[in-house]
């Protein structure tokens, strides 16, 4: 499959009444166009094209730098990019990543909260303090949402207001905060619950989540 048809229009062939309007596609604002099928066609069934915008996580280029991601974003024809905030100091930066924006012609559509164990120290060491952080840096750079992940099992205080304080921080910033799925870990074979409440948003008592194939 070439690039350019990976990227470029998702089309389909669905019968008239699966046919929906698609409010916000993930990613960013999208459209949804139905126009009837040709002659040829098949009878009762329409022709849909869904055009979404395609962004490209600046993770996919660690440990290259920032910049480097967002040349290879814009090389590989993504439409914005996710930024995830890291130890590099431009990745918290609102004004170095406006500038990255504007040099690559590039808009920010996500920013991807400091969650992981190699941030442990970025921002602090209070995750609440961290995904309210993250919110305020992506309507900065005009994000219109923040990824974060569950909390850990050792996050016990943490995890017993996630929920509430997901939604507080939303309604606070007008950022959308998107809770991702995560993947089972295992020691010696056996399942351990690293997350709390969760590793499955769909579980939760959340607004947004993000779907993370590579976890599911």
């Not at 164990?117 to 609440?128: A, E």
């Amino acid at each position: 499959l070439r690039l350019e048809e990976a990227l470029w229009g998702v089309r389909a062939l669905l019968d008239d009444d699966l046919v929906h309007p698609l409010s916000q596609p993930l990613g960013g604002p999208g459209n949804l166009t139905v126009t009837p099928a040709s002659s040829g066609g098949h009878r009762g069934r329409a022709r849909l094209r869904l055009m979404i915008n395609i962004g490209m996580s600046t993770s996919c280029a660690y440990p290259l730098s920032t910049d480097d991601a967002f040349r290879l974003a814009k090389t590989a024809g993504f439409d914005g990019v996710e930024v995830m905030v890291t130890n590099d100091k431009v990745t918290q930066d609102p004004a170095a990543l406006l500038a990255l924006s504007e040099k690559y012609e590039l808009p920010i559509f996500a920013i991807h909260a400091p969650v992981l164990l190699l941030t442990t120290f970025v921002w602090g060491r209070d995750p609440g303090t961290k995904l309210r952080r993250a919110a305020e840096l992506s309507s900065a750079v005009g994000g219109s949402s923040v990824v974060v992940h569950p909390p850990f099992r050792f996050q016990a205080g943490y995890a017993e207001g996630f929920t509430d304080l997901v939604r507080t921080i939303s309604q606070d910033t007008g950022i959308e905060i998107a809770v991702e799925n995560m993947f089972p870990w295992k020691i010696a074979g056996r399942n351990l619950k690293a997350y709390l409440p969760s590793s499955d948003p769909t579980t939760m008592d959340v607004d947004a989540m993000t779907l993370d194939f590579s976890h599911a």
